[in-house]
Every structure is written in structure tokens, then in C-alpha cells.
């Protein structure tokens, strides 16, 4: 069993900060790429950010120079720091890993998601 669990979204005012965390636990042997994505109802999931194993991120366009993704490895952890938060950063983030089971299977898993909202 592997679960991915996301911790740190809540409500915050226009031009605040908030950070996301995922931590991995259960039956991993590695773990690959590393991501956020986000969804708003009506509209298809989107990525918002990935790291790899070494480190190498990607952004989307809309959050570049705003959010910072990081890892750490010996935690299993994923972070997102997002800064100057918009409205339309308003979704529910997921978190999203590459990973090596103890099975020495590579899957895809996905975190059961929190809620921001940017709202004044």
C-alpha cells in the first residue's frame, strides 16, 4: 500500500502565501517524479508543477516566478510554496508521484487532494 497525503491548503487573502506539503509512506522502494496538480469543477485536472528525482523542475506559465516546488527525498515529501496568490489559484491540488513500489513495480499514484482558495 502506498498513500500520498497532502497537508497545508485553507483560505487566504489576495497577494498571500500559503504552502503545500505531500508526504509518501507505505510499500516505496524509489520515487521518481514528483508533482502538483490542480482542478477547479468543470474544468481538466492541470499541472502546475514537477520535480524530478535530481531536482529539475517545470512550472506552468500562469505560476512561474510565484510558486516553488521542492522535494525532500529522505522524507518523501513534495512542497509547494505559492506567493503572491491570485483568485484563479483558487482549486483543489493534488499531489501526483512516480514511484517504485517494494514490488519493484513503477505506478502512479495520486494524493486525495486540499482545497485552496484565494479570496478576500
Known amino acids: 500500500q502506498v498513500q500520498l497525503v497532502e ?3 485553507g483560505l487566504v487573502q489576495p ?12 510499500s516505496i522502494f524509489s520515487i521518481n517524479a514528483m508533482a502538483w ?6 474544468k481538466e485536472r492541470e499541472l502546475v508543477a514537477s520535480i524530478t528525482s535530481g531536482g529539475s523542475t517545470n512550472y506552468a506559465e500562469s505560476v512561474k516566478g510565484r ?4 522535494r525532500d527525498n529522505a522524507k518523501k515529501t513534495v512542497y509547494l510554496q505559492m506567493n503572491s496568490l491570485k483568485p484563479e ?5 493534488y499531489c501526483n508521484a512516480d514511484l517504485i513500489n517494494t514490488f519493484r ?3 502512479n499514484y495520486w ?3 486540499t ?5 478576500s
Do not use: E, H, M
Not at 496538480?37 to 468543470?42: A, E, I, K, L, S
Open 105 to 107: 513495480t513503477l505506478r
Open 67 to 70: 510558486f516553488t516546488i521542492s
Open 89 to 93: 489559484d483558487t482549486a483543489v491540488y
Open 115 to 119: 482545497r485552496v482558495t484565494v479570496s
Open 7 to 9: 497537508s497545508g491548503g
Open 15 to 26: 497577494g498571500g502565501s500559503l504552502r503545500l506539503s505531500c508526504a509518501a509512506s507505505g
Open 37 to 42: 496538480y490542480r482542478q477547479v469543477p468543470g
Open 111 to 113: 494524493g486525495q487532494g
